[in-house]
């Protein structure tokens, strides 16, 4: 399992929640140099600079980038793999090239988008979520924390990609 954008506030959870699951887990992050150890501690058997650099083809893909990455994550799905278009922090569009949704180059390979607002039930998976989250099973990766007027900071930082993980806000 590929996860893109794994160093941030939704990619850690998924890197956690893929091992839980028992998949062979391949975190990418731009610079694995500074998150290797951090995501192989969350449970990354392999750290990869991009999905460009994923060797072995993979079964699923949860991307969390978009844009040209999500082309590159969809190139190296194995036969009958799913990438789901999870985030686009990128800001840029999806361009496949001609022939890049051939079945020769992996059969029955699927695209498929998510929205958690529209997803109806939801309770029963964030108190599971919450469960796990409580008993220290799962690590939210709080990396700032401040108060709510300094919220244009944390913003500057996780646009910046200088702010990996989550930013909790105090109201005061
Ligand atoms: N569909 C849904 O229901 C749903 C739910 C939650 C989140 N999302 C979306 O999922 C995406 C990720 O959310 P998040 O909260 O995890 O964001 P985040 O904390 O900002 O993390 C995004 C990660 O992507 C990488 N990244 C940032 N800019 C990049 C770029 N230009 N090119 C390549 N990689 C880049 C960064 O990792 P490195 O710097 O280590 O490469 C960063 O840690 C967002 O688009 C969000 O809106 C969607």
Do not use: C
């Not at 160093?7 to 998949?23: E, I, N, S």
């Not at 391949?26 to 058997?45: C, E, F, I, K, N």
């Amino acid at each position: 399992m590929l996860i893109t954008g794994a160093t941030g506030g939704t990619g850690g959870f998924a890197v956690q929640l893929a091992r839980l699951a028992g998949a062979h887990v391949v975190a990418s992050t731009g610079d694995p140099a500074a998150h290797g150890d951090a995501l192989r501690a969350l449970g990354a058997d392999e750290v990869v600079a991009g999905a460009a650099n994923v060797g072995e083809p993979v079964h699923g893909v949860l991307d969390m980038v978009g844009g040209p990455e999500l082309v590159t994550a969809f190139d190296r799905l194995a036969d009958g793999g799913t990438l789901v278009a999870v985030g686009r922090v990128m800001g840029k569009g999806e361009d496949f090239a001609w022939g890049a949704l051939s079945g020769n180059r992996g059969h029955d390979r699927s695209l498929v988008t998510f929205y958690l607002p529209a997803e109806s039930a939801v309770a029963p998976d964030l108190t599971w979520l919450a469960t796990k989250a409580a008993s220290g099973v799962l690590r939210p990766h709080i990396a700032w924390r401040g108060p709510w007027d300094k919220a244009a900071e944390a913003v500057e930082a996780l646009l910046g990609r200088r702010l990996h993980g989550k930013a909790v806000l105090d109201i005061t």
